[in-house]
């Protein structure tokens, strides 16, 4: 558990209130003298932006331990607002000030020499009691003046979520929309070789830190999806060669049979209320789109076709659901309404569209697609328009919603016999694609909301 505390209005009374300057990170930058009280920000939906530079310090502490936590919250406060393509952190040789006390008010000037726009500083201290003090401050170097500050306390173990923590305020005050650094990813993760692979369900911190195996590998595992409050996971296993979808408690280890389904059963999902799964289910030949009521068990269809319909996904409200069909000649994308009524085709480019997935902020559906021999991941409107393509490459598959719908995480297949999936990343805009690390190869990654 961690505690927090706001401490920005302590620490503003104690620096001099000044006009702020902003510099809004575009397609490059601007520098501009703004009206009184504008502040440093990046404007995160003009496409393509210039990193912001950012000057993030290491946490000063008492004792060489506190220190030594200090830097590594700073490493990974770095290596987060890096990763995210929107800031540009300077190298630490650079710096001219060295911060000895976080309440006492920078040298502005040695920070705008280097070109810096923002600065972060912080302290670490262990209490008397054995829990973990952290506390920073984010100043607008331009502006002269300090833009937010949190003080957290904790075990001494749970650093590198405090780090999250101050990464996710960082991004929020100079964004204005929630960061997704506090989340963590389920994944498939495969080892040995192509023709022997061995799948185990899996859980990493978004930054790939903390990996842990969730399963032994003796059942093939597909399909993992959180549920809305973090905790719970459903998937899909084959046991015996007769698939089954599970709920399974991260924490506890504690996993339920929600289902044994004749037939093929693919692409369990939580509602948003977390009240029920829904699924594709194959009966009679041809696959189906079902909901099942987690209290009650009862299954109720949604479908009717004698196509194949598949990998349903909820929009955020829980009034609609996006799903594949083949109804059409080819795979296309589907909405309708979330009792099964109002079903409309939304996809009509060239090639076969799969895999649909409604952002969390319900403006976007993220698809693969597959056309003149090409895999791309690509996004569009609810009701099909605005259709673009982030990336594309030898195969890629299975994307996933960072919980502010800014990032798509999807795997990605790399050719040759010694080849594999791995997970990548890229922003809403086609820029700032990077491969995610994991410590095996990895594949159908799911991004968790924030934890609570």
């Known amino acids: 558990m961690v505690e927090f505390r706001n401490v920005t209005t302590a620490i503003r009374a104690l620096v001099p209130a000044r006009p702020l300057m902003a510099l809004v990170a575009m397609i490059a930058f601007v520098l501009a003298a703004l009206p009184a009280r504008a502040e440093l920000q990046i404007d995160i939906g003009q496409g393509n932006v210039e990193p912001l530079p950012i000057a993030i310090t290491d946490f000063v502490g008492g004792t060489e331990k506190d220190s030594k936590v200090g830097a590594d919250i700073s490493s990974v406060i770095t290596n987060n607002l890096e990763r995210s393509g929107l800031f540009r952190p300077l190298p630490k040789a650079s710096f001219i000030e060295k911060i000895s006390d976080i309440n006492v008010q920078p040298r502005f000037g040695d920070w705008r020499v280097i070109s810096s726009q923002a600065l972060v500083t912080g302290q670490t201290r262990l209490e008397s009691d054995g829990r973990l003090r ?226 969390p902020r319900g403006d976007l559906i993220a698809f693969t697609k597959i056309s003149g021999g090409r895999f791309v991941i690509g996004v569009m409107r609810p009701d099909g328009t605005g259709e673009r393509i982030l990336t594309e490459g030898y195969h890629n598959e299975g994307p996933t919603w960072a919980p502010n719908g800014r990032l798509l995480m999807f795997f990605r297949e790399t050719r040759g016999a010694q080849g594999g999936p791995g997970l990548w990343s890229v922003d809403v805009t086609g820029y700032n694609e990077r491969p995610v690390p994991a410590t095996t190869m990895a594949s159908d990654p799911a991004w968790s909301p924030r934890i609570q």
């Open 134 to 359: 952290v506390e920073f401050r984010l100043w607008d170097v331009l502006g002269e003046q300090q833009m937010t500050g949190l003080q957290f306390f904790t075990t001494p173990d749970n650093w590198r979520r405090v780090a999250h923590l101050i990464s996710d305020a960082i991004y929020k005050r100079l964004t204005g929309e929630e960061g997704y650094f506090d989340t963590r990813i389920v994944y498939v993760s495969e080892t040995g070789p192509k023709n022997a692979r061995v799948k185990r369900l899996a859980i990493m911190d978004q930054d790939g830190h903390n990996p842990r195996m969730l399963t032994n590998g003796n059942d093939l595992v597909l399909t993992p999806r959180f549920s809305p409050n973090s905790q719970e996971i459903t998937y899909l296993a084959y046991r015996n060669a007769r698939p089954r979808v599970y709920v399974l408690d991260i924490e506890t280890g504690q996993q339920e049979v929600v289902g044994e389904f004749p037939g093929m059963t693919f692409a369990p999902r939580f509602s948003p209320d977390g009240q029920k799964i829904i699924m594709s289910l194959q009966r009679g030949g041809n696959s189906d789109i079902y909901t099942m009521d987690l209290r009650s068990r009862q299954v109720t269809r949604l479908t009717n076709t004698a196509a194949i319909d598949t990998a349903p996904s909820y929009s955020p409200d829980g009034r609609q659901i996006t799903f594949e069909s083949d109804r059409g000649g080819s795979q296309q994308v589907y909405v309708m309404d979330a009792d099964g009524s109002n079903q409309r085709r939304i996809s009509f480019g060239q090639g076969s569209y799969a895999t649909p997935v409604w952002s």
